[in-house]
């Protein structure tokens, strides 16, 4: 392939006045009268049209630039943006693409396939080879410069260790690991937790079109080889696994009783079907549909799955994806729980809120000091999962919201006869979820994430 891709994260600076968005984005207000088209809304669209006005213009003045080295030449093929929206309530263009703490919205910018066609025709020539374009699947998947170890609930203790024998041994030459013997039976240890976590959920039951196909843990290790819940930059490793799950075909076989993790990922999936609005009956029409879900995902001392976000650093990801062509067997379901599990801190300020409103809480204490360094004291908090729906359909009317308006840039831009060699593919929604099951835009407040990934189809 003679075509070289790269992308940036683009930071702009455009003189913006900073709009404020409704306040049921923000909170777990249950109504949302916010929504409807008042002054504050009109302001923040017109706002949102500035600065994706700002955007477009760098983005399509960078698009004529190019750099050659020898007979290398390289062009820009995708760029990464943002909008951030402070707890107090403001939206302004993001200074820092990595800090992702009040992170709203982002964007994924990527060439056009005619103007990828006519730079190819520029520098090589009629050539049949095309650009493969899998910025979507890595954005989506969350691209790393982290080691990333895969493996199922069926892979062997001998196929892990021949998996892992080449990080452990260049982790130990780096320096950066002393104890290469105690680095490696912790690591085969805690992916042997995860696959016992997990294993049970390869039998789940299909009969949502959601389902989970991918879960996502980050570890970390100090130079002695000893797990660690954060590491220090320039000290140990990092190291992310990656768990796949198999979608089997479905079985008229009855169902066996499910584990609670497979209950709660079971939930999970229903409970998305809310946002099919998002995903269905625009076939002829430009859009942004929703075809996978990210949730922030934490295990408890007993293993059980549930809700998190940990200062801003998730502990693992859930990654949902939405099956084509799925039969949406409702008569098969199993009965569920109307609550899921949120893990967070066991303090005064969130016991009182949780008996305010009638929250069921666990306490969940862990010994696993591998992990944690010291015992922490964590609760597993039941939020509600009507709320939960609630708040998928306000993100909904959000979702609308910040992609009405790009695809209302385009088509005066295609009516204009203008040019466009960028164009925004996807929309990458930051949500967080709430005690109660609640949702609103990423804050500081929000104790669970939830990224919607809309991704233009036309």
Partial sequence: MKIYTLLMS??????????????????????????????????????????????????????????ERKNRKWYLQSIKSEIEIEHVGTIGIGAFASAKVATAVEFIWNRTKESTKNLQQKYYGASDASPVDKSVENEINGSSDQDTIRFSSQTSTIDLEKEIAPLVEASFKSGKIKNRKLFKSRLLSKIGEYQEVLS?????????????????????????????????????????LEWYRIRKKSSDKAVKEMSDNSKFIMAMA?????????????????????????????????????????????????????????VNNKMRRVKLNNTFPIIDAYTPEKLA????????????ISSDKSRIGERIRSGIYNASRENFRKGLKKA????HFWSKI???????????????????KIIELELEVFLRGTIGVATVEGIGVLTLFLVKQS
């Fill in 396 to 399: 909904i009317k959000m979702a």
């Fill in 353 to 364: 809120y949780a008996k305010k409103h009638s929250i069921i809480v666990e306490p969940n």
């Fill in 270 to 326: 229903q409970d998305f079907e809310t946002l099919d609005k998002l995903t269905l009956g625009k076939k002829n029409k430009a859009h942004y549909g929703l075809e996978y879900l990210k949730v922030g995902i934490g295990i408890g001392a007993k293993g059980q799955l549930g809700v998190a976000k940990l200062k801003g650093h998730l502990i693992g990801s859930a990654f949902f994806r939405r099956a084509k062509n799925s």
């Fill in 10 to 67: 683009l930071l702009i600076s455009a003189g913006v006045s900073a709009a404020r968005i409704p306040s049921a984005w923000i909170t777990d207000t249950l109504e949302d009268p916010s929504f409807n088209k008042s002054t504050e809304m009109l302001e923040l669209e017109k706002e949102y049209d500035n600065i994706l006005d700002a955007k477009s213009q760098l983005v399509e003045r960078i698009a004529t630039k190019k750099r």
């Fill in 406 to 424: 790009p695809l209302r840039r385009q088509a005066k831009r295609i009516a204009r006869g203008k040019k466009q060699h960028f164009e925004l």
């Fill in 200 to 240: 049970d959920l390869d039998e789940m039951p299909n009969y949502t079109p959601w389902w989970v196909y991918k879960f996502q843990f980050d570890l970390y290790f100090d130079a002695s080889g000893k797990v660690l819940p954060f590491l220090s930059v320039g000290t140990g490793i990092g190291l992310k």
